[in-house]
């Protein structure tokens, strides 16, 4: 920050008077609900013993991690200057995830109704704890804590890209560190295939292998998307094998993470169906990604597979997946119309509908419950099943709303492979902008919710797609620090959330996951948003009217035909609802009444370009005047070189110079070659200097 304040120089000097423990105390991640700082400090030995009266399976679930741990049956005789957890049922929170944390000179005592309470009051212990010579100091304080909500979760993407068993207990050991509780794994996808099936073992020795390690380049090169046997000569891919599975269950289990394995579903399979063709609509390897929802043999498939899913998982839920199939080859599959002739089914959403149904009855007749993206609700909802919202929250409320409960992971909040932060400052990305303050601010309950809904909502999931991210360091830079805000988002309740403080936190949060050897954003250089979006911008056209002699597009309308003239400005996404786009034959062409003869001194528009999704720079651009609205006199008509470069940029076309007119027109369009979007946010008009 450059402007260093009088106020937080103020606040600076009042923190060192306090002591260095106030700092400690103030950094733990999720925020308790509640948290008062005593006097003083207890300074103990890492090896110093923690005496507990957990028993049986519990402490050895907690041995796993807490090496010191004791048990007695007599806590009360424990002396003083120890470390005690009590499991208990008097004066604790509610949730079995709650504890109450009282740390004094004299000792650290943790109580909670269950072994994960207990465990999860050590993690806070862990975030206050500063190094004091060969000790460990932690400042006295009394905290009450427990979880807002049950379901705190992360997903991580290891189809895209394969990520070592290792590489997941890391993520592991972070997570837990901030009390996030379920790790969603996408485990299956058109990319590879990711854990060893039995039955299947085409799915792993072909479907998990393929000839390029970086997926843009397996993706988008001619005759790409191919798969290759294991073991061919630089073949990139991998899988987790049964015994993998059973390891990472384990060693999630010993951090109280669940693990849902996702089993993609009908959509998002064309690995599956290059290995097993016949289970596609056009029975050919290459030609769909869609399963064949008219062939007995899907569902035999799939419900073989996840037999042996569900063998290995021992999760409530198993995730299917759900999300964007393409419909249409089952229009024309004469087994899909079959089976919807036989079923009464209307259209293909229900068709879709009809399969996912299937799935749930038989995850339920195996006593497990139907997890799947909002697509799911398209033609009719499973009875049963949770509703994971990613397009936006209206899936999530329309669940909670019939009575399902929902998981929101809502994209533009929640979704951890777009830029967190000015794409220009970053390496590439898929796009999007999600800076860590937009991930912190969502709140998955709505003022319009009843508290019946309300309570239906299960909690929150960032999900880290893996498309733009072939590295492993490269994950951590995108997971960290901006799944520490959703960690806060599940786990503290409202009144206790605010950004300044977070932010102070998550800083020392960087530092610490920096020296734990992970590879977080340095969120203290963060650039922040595009500065022309900081505030409105006053200037000539402000609130005039815009004729638009080629349309926008509906989906990216920003505010209609307000937008060019509204005085507000874009951020470093075309999709923040401020940049305006334009794909009808690639081109922009507007007029803006003045309203009266005006003297102009200059005539602007910013263009964006992000080649991934074919928002280009315009190759040409004209800007003209008018005193009728039907004479125009051209002021510049100016040609650029465009390219598909990969990245991001943005460009100002402007005309300076003096004239007087009533209308401007501002016309700008795509290379004849290239074709795509043309983005931009306002047209600035401005008096002659
Ligand atoms: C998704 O992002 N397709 C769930």
Request: hydrophobic share 35%.
């Amino acid at each position: 920050m450059k402007n260093s304040t009088f106020f937080s120089r103020l606040l600076l000097v009042a923190l060192f008077c306090g002591g260095s423990h106030f700092l400690q105390a103030q950094s733990v991640i999720p925020v308790p609900l509640q948290m008062e700082q005593t006097e003083g400090a207890f300074v103990f030995k890492a090896s110093q013993p923690i005496y507990t009266n957990l028993q049986g399976e519990e402490l050895k679930l907690l041995n796993a991690t807490v090496s010191s741990l004791k048990y007695t049956d007599n806590l009360s005789a424990v002396a003083k200057g120890h470390i005690v957890l009590e499991k208990t049922e008097s004066n604790v929170p509610e949730s079995a995830e709650g504890y109450t944390l009282s740390v004094t000179p004299q000792g650290i005592r943790i109580a909670s109704r269950s072994d994960a309470g207990l465990y999860y009051g050590l993690m806070t212990v862990k975030q206050m704890s500063e190094k004091d010579g060969g000790n460990l100091r932690v400042p006295a304080c009394l905290i009450t804590d427990q979880p807002r909500f049950a379901y705190r979760g992360f997903m991580m993407d290891v189809s895209r890209h394969f990520r070592s068993k290792e590489f997941v207990k890391k993520q592991i050991d972070a997570m837990t560190q901030f009390k996030l509780n379920r790790l969603h794994l996408h485990l299956t996808d058109g990319a590879g295939w990711r854990i060893e099936i039995k039955k299947y073992p085409r799915l792993t020795e072909f479907a998990a292998w393929r000839p390029d390690a970086v997926w843009k380049d397996w993706w988008f090169k001619d005759n790409g998307r191919k798969y290759c046997e294991e073991g061919t000569p630089g073949a990139y891919g991998g899988y987790y094998t049964q015994d993998d599975i059973r390891e990472l269950l384990d060693y999630a289990a010993k951090h109280h993470i669940t693990i849902i394995p996702e089993i993609e579903m009908p959509a998002h399979s064309e690995e599956v169906l290059a290995a097993y063709p016949e289970l596609s609509c056009s029975g050919e390897p290459y030609k769909n990604a869609e399963f064949c929802i008219g062939n007995e043999k899907t569902f035999e498939f799939l419900e073989n597979v996840l037999t042996e899913v569900m063998e290995l998982f021992p999760s409530e839920y198993i995730h299917i997946g759900g999300d964007e199939a393409n419909k249409n080859p089952w229009k024309e599959c004469p087994k899909c119309q079959q089976r919807m002739k036989d079923e009464g089914l209307k259209d293909v959403d229900e068709l879709q509908s009809y399969a996912i149904h299937r799935m749930e009855v038989f995850l339920n007749k195996h006593g497990r419950k139907l997890l799947g993206w909002d697509e799911i609700m398209q033609g009719g909802l499973a009875p049963n099943a949770t509703v994971m919202s990613w397009r936006g929250e209206e899936g999530g409320l329309k669940a909670v709303r019939s009575g399902h409960r929902a998981v929101m992971t809502p994209s533009e909040y929640f979704y951890l492979d777009y830029y967190q932060d000015a794409p220009i400052s970053q390496p590439e990305a898929i796009g999007g902008y999600v800076p860590l303050e937009k991930v912190y601010s969502y709140d998955p309950v709505k003022p319009e919710m009843s508290a019946e809904e309300a309570a239906l909502i299960y909690g929150v999931q960032a999900n880290q797609w893996a498309e733009y991210i072939p590295t492993d360091e490269y994950y951590e830079y995108m997971m960290y620090p901006r799944l520490l805000a959703v960690a806060e988002v599940g786990w503290s309740v409202p009144e206790r959330k605010d950004f300044a403080d977070f932010h102070r936190r998550a800083l020392k949060a960087v530092d610490d996951l920096s020296a734990q050897g992970y590879h977080p954003f340095p969120l203290k250089d963060e650039v922040g948003h595009r500065p022309e979006s900081r505030q409105p911008i006053e200037h000539l056209a402000l609130n005039k009217p815009v004729t638009y002699n080629a349309p926008f597009n509906e989906t990216y309308k920003a505010a209609g035909d307000k937008a060019l003239t509204d005085g507000i400005r874009g951020d470093w996404t075309y999709s923040d609802g401020r940049w305006q786009g334009f794909i009808s034959r690639n081109r922009l062409d507007v007029t803006i009444d003045l309203g009266q003869s005006t003297e102009i001194g200059s005539i602007g528009a910013d263009f964006m370009q992000a080649a991934g999704p074919e928002v280009f720079l315009p190759a040409e651009v004209i800007i003209s005047v008018s005193d009728d609205g039907k004479n125009f006199k051209e002021l510049k008509r100016e040609t650029h070189q465009v390219s598909r470069e990969p990245g991001f940029a943005f460009v100002n076309h402007t005309w300076t110079g003096k004239t007087s007119a009533r209308y401007v027109r501002y016309q700008a369009r795509s290379g004849k070659e290239l074709g795509g979007w043309i983005f931009t946010d306002e047209i600035v008009v401005l008096p002659p200097r």
